[in-house]
């Protein structure tokens, strides 16, 4: 039988045995009996021959090998009895485990998910994609220079993917995807409601394929979907085919007009499958093959243009295939494409297209703009949150030395009993390990909570029908993650009770329990409580700064008065059924119809608007200048506008004029330029009436500058560098271009995406006005959102606000454990002294000077904690120098903050047990000095007696105004009892 059919049948074999035992013992009885024994001699007889039955019964179990495992139970159950019976102290564990494993699980939850989640596809592992970072979402020229990375190709044109795939057999797949997303407009044929809101993604015909991915529904993509002349179709995600259309099984196989072109969806993805690209402005609701592109896109499409890089590339490679002679053929295949391209690039780029380099990596995560936008910051929560565990540590430790401390006679007495130290270092093990994994389970509530506070903080500005993959129930592995935690707490802090446990003497059961202790007896204790002051003043220093920067941060000259302005933001790739010359007339009854509004100042569109998180790029050549070095930076942004912007926006004109009507096709071509563009190109020069262009040189004297604006932030990202070169130019202008991106961009900027309207008045309704108006222009436009432009720039820092917000949180759940755990230090140190202390006031101290006793013990140890943990903050500034605007690592303020906090926290915390220190009543201390000797009312004298004897000799008291040990002769004779 196994041991698990013995635990199972545990009952019936505990029956057997005592029949079986029983048997035996009867047999013998009888036998003595037939020899003329007396039964009651016969029964002594053989109890002396079988010698203890409860001894044989445990030879028994012993033998059938379950002991352990029932030895265990009784363990865990005595544990549990004895949490029970202390449940102040047993909540007050769990609380502090709950808080501190709480707070890493919810941040580890979110890393798992953001940083280390694979993708749920076929053998993740066999997936690598071609660039080292994600990047967003055109890349222009036969160079790239990603995040200040010189030569790092991320992005590629759909010509050097059809190379890559043909040439390059390391892969068994190799599928392209738009790096980015494409507005859409879906509605179902024949249908007169207004279109749906979607996102899409262009993809490779083998895009599932190479993932291994299969349809919940229908079919996906071939080979032959991808092909330019083949019927347009398109597959729907889980989310989108369940959330919108309500898990209609009609829908694979209808027909829906997708901006206004007739497709036909063949397929839903599988649940859980949300493609290769991972951000926070829309997952994919449908893809569309590539060559789909040009159908939707028309004039703008980028499919056939070499000089636009918009396609992501990842692959599988088959098994055995070395990664790193895959990376170096493709390099060679990236060289050989640019040397076929060397009469259209510019002499900027021939100069260094010899230089570019291209990396293979793992691409089981996929593309996560998640990982790279949110991956520092939650980085940084780690580090806080480890923190915060480390206080919770300190606490536990606390709270378990005292409680050992406090056990310890009890201890003595179970191993003079004759109790094992084997099993009573295994009862104090699992006894933390049991406390530790309920705190644990806790700390998962604790964790699911904290995550979904952290999506909310995260993504809460964010448009409703914006979807993340994130959530906040804990997965798998961070339950084991929990779990591990727990348990390695038990087992660490329960080393202490372990060694107190095994060193404990029989001899003590014997001595007095309430002992004076000195003030040197819990160094650890102390230790302890100086290293969590230590760790809350890094935590509320970090936050203090954290929570400047983001106040600057909000606060500083954005360059334009967000107060009183929306912004609207609309489908604008719908307006691409419209031909260029209808496309002004559009916007400006767009603007009349919006100007209409009661209380409306002001409306002016933009192909992007301030902080909308994006702008168009151009190299920039001036004429009369000559053409620039390689290394030259003459990079610029510009966006498309419509007359009266800056005044809509509010920004201030430093020189010329603004873009007004007069600015129209029949008139020459201009530009306003900002601050940045003027000090860059021209230094000190007026830049007024200059000329400048697009590269290359012969663009030189395209635009006419009539203005300069004050610089605007267009980015939602890096605050703290100089403000970009950007210039305006006019809707009502259009330039013919030889070369084929530029003219694609000049194109496609003229899909104003944004509309700014300023309203003083702030309109009743103004959200349903703005939505009723745009519908009497064009049903077809879809509004993706309306805000406040306040809320515009709140979102913008919502990745600051969760950092600071957490971190505050943190600092404070840190700063009230830290709290509890000096009180706990110093309530057990006054309980342990409270004999000292009544001999204390029995020679003469008074209330206040016990109570300045306690307190001083008490900010001794955090005073100490101070100067570890200011240093510490200081260093912690330093490393934290890029998440920081305008706040320096070294600011005493923030510094005398947080000491400030940590003061008030000790004040309150040593308070409560200074009181009742100075309330204790020396003659109940005394009788409670030294118990084994049966001291009682009757051996203590009337107050006013001369004196009366002290039974413990070796007490030793501190003089409360010398600081030195009282001898032991001053001790004897007390004239006077103080009550």
Not at 302 to 322: A, F, H, M, P
Request: charged letters at 20%; a neutral charge; aromatic letters at 8%.
């Amino acid at each position: 039988m196994s041991w698990l059919s013995r635990l199972i049948f545990r009952k019936k074999m505990e029956g057997d045995l005592e029949k079986e035992l029983r048997f035996h013992f009867e047999s013998q009885v009888a036998d003595k009996m037939r020899t003329g024994i007396a039964e009651a001699e016969a029964r002594r007889l053989t109890r002396l021959e079988f010698g203890g039955m409860e001894q044989i019964k445990e030879d028994c179990r012993e033998s059938r090998g379950t002991m352990w495992f029932e030895s265990l139970v009784q363990d865990v159950r005595y544990a549990l009895r004895q949490l029970r019976k202390s449940p102040g102290f047993t909540l007050t564990a769990v609380l502090t485990l709950a808080l501190g494993i709480g707070a890493t699980t919810a941040i580890f939850t979110l890393v798992q998910q953001v940083m280390l989640q694979s993708l749920p596809v076929t053998r993740p592992d066999q997936l690598w994609r071609i660039g080292d970072r994600p990047h967003c979402c055109n890349w222009t020229g036969y160079s790239q220079d990603n995040d200040g990375q010189p030569g790092d190709w991320n992005l590629f044109p759909w010509e050097a993917y059809k190379l890559f795939r043909a040439n390059t057999t390391g892969f068994q797949d190799l599928a392209a995807l738009q790096a980015g997303n494409q507005a859409l407009a879906v509605r179902c044929a024949g249908s007169a409601g207004p279109p749906e809101t979607a996102n899409g993604e262009f993809v490779s015909g083998n895009f599932f394929q190479t993932l291994g991915v299969s349809a919940w529904r229908g079919r996906m993509f071939v080979d032959a979907d991808d092909q330019e002349g083949a019927p347009p179709v398109a597959v729907m995600s889980f989310h989108a085919w369940q959330e919108k259309y309500g898990s209609d099984p009609a829908v694979v196989g209808s027909t829906y007009q997708i901006n206004g072109r007739a497709f036909t969806i063949i397929g839903v993805a599988p649940a859980g499958f949300v493609g290769a690209t991972i951000v926070d402005w829309g997952m994919p609701d449908i893809w569309l093959p590539l060559t789909t592109e040009p159908l939707m896109l028309g004039t703008t499409s980028r499919i056939k243009d070499t000089r636009v890089d918009w396609l992501d590339l990842i692959g599988r490679v088959r098994s055995g295939t070395n990664t790193k002679a895959l990376e170096a053929q493709l390099q060679s295949e990236l060289y050989g494409w640019l040397a076929s391209h060397l009469a259209d690039m510019s002499p900027q780029e021939r100069a260094v297209w010899q230089k570019q380099t291209l990396r293979l990596t793992p691409g089981g995560t996929g593309f996560s703009r998640l990982e790279k936008d949110y991956g520092e910051g939650l980085r940084l929560l780690m580090i806080t949150a480890c923190c915060v565990l480390l206080v919770a540590y300190a606490n536990i430790a606390n709270l378990l030395l005292a409680r050992a401390l406090r056990n310890r006679q009890q201890t003595a007495v179970r191993v003079a009993l004759g109790a094992s130290r084997g099993r009573l270092v295994r009862n104090a093990l699992i006894e933390c390990v049991t406390l530790s994994l309920i705190g644990g389970a806790a700390g998962v509530a604790v964790a699911w909570s904290g995550a979904r506070l952290i999506l909310y903080l995260a993504f809460h500005t964010l448009e409703q029908s914006t979807w993340i993959p994130v959530h906040a129930t804990p997965s798998t592995l961070v339950l084991l993650f929990a779990l591990g935690v727990s348990v390695l707490t038990g087992v660490i802090f329960s080393i202490a009770p372990a060694w107190m446990t095994s060193h404990a003497e029989p001899v003590e059961a014997m001595r007095g329990a309430h002992r004076a202790v000195g003030g040197g007896r819990h160094w650890a204790q102390k230790a302890l409580v100086i290293a969590q002051a230590a760790v809350s003043v890094v935590l509320l220093s970090a936050a203090a700064m954290l929570g400047g920067s983001l106040r600057n941060l909000g606060h500083q000259d954005f360059g334009f008065n967000p107060d009183d302005r929306y912004l609207v933001s609309i489908n604008s790739s719908l307006v691409s059924k419209y031909k260029q010359e209808q496309l002004l007339p559009l916007f400006r009854e767009i603007q009349d119809r919006l100007s209409t509004i009661p209380g409306v100042r002001g409306v002016s569109s933009a192909t992007y608007a301030p902080m909308s998180g994006n702008q168009m790029g151009n190299d920039i050549r001036i004429q009369g200048q000559p053409e620039p070095g390689p290394k030259d930076d003459v990079s610029a942004d510009w966006t498309r506008i419509t007359p009266g912007f800056f005044d809509t926006i509010g920004a201030q004109m430093l020189a010329g004029r603004a873009i007004d009507e007069d600015d129209n096709g029949n008139t020459r071509h201009v530009a306003v330029i900002n601050e940045a563009f003027a000090k860059k190109f021209f230094g000190n020069q007026n830049p007024i009436g200059r000329r400048f262009g697009p590269g290359p040189i012969k663009n030189a004297g395209t635009y006419e500058i009539v203005g300069v604006v004050q610089n605007i932030h267009y980015v939602r990202w890096g605050f703290g560098d100089p403000a970009r070169a950007m210039y305006y130019i006019p809707e009502a202008q259009m330039v013919q271009f030889d070369q084929p991106d530029i003219q694609s961009d000049e194109l496609w900027s003229q899909n104003l995406g944004n509309i700014v309207i300023w309203a003083p008045r702030h309109p009743a309704n103004i959200f349903m006005q703005v939505k009723t108006a745009l519908a009497e222009v064009d049903p077809n436009i879809v509004i993706y959102d309306i805000q406040p432009y306040s809320r515009v720039i709140q979102g913008t820092f919502d990745q600051q606000n969760m950092i600071v917000s957490l971190a505050w949180l943190f600092g404070a759940v840190g700063l009230v454990l830290a709290a509890i755990g000096l009180y706990g230090v110093t309530a057990y140190g006054v309980e342990q002294r409270t004999s000292e202390i009544g001999v204390r006031m029995a020679v003469g101290a008074d209330r206040s000077s016990v109570v300045a006793m306690v307190l001083r013990g008490a900010f001794w140890q955090v005073g100490i904690g101070l100067g570890i943990g200011i240093p510490a903050a200081i260093g912690l500034g330093y490393l934290m120098a890029s998440q920081l605007f305008g706040v320096a690592p070294w600011n005493p303020l923030l510094l005398a903050t947080a000491t400030v906090l940590l003061g008030l926290a000790t004040l309150v915390a040593a308070m409560i047990p200074a009181r009742r220190a100075a309330s204790i009543d020396p003659i109940q201390a005394l009788r409670t000095e030294c118990p084994t000797r049966k001291m009682s009312r009757a051996y203590l004298p009337p107050l006013g007696s001369e004196g009366w004897p002290i039974w413990c000799p070796e007490s030793k008291v501190r003089d409360i105004n010398h600081d030195e040990f009282l001898p032991s002769e001053m001790l004897r004779p007390l004239n006077a009892v103080a009550s």
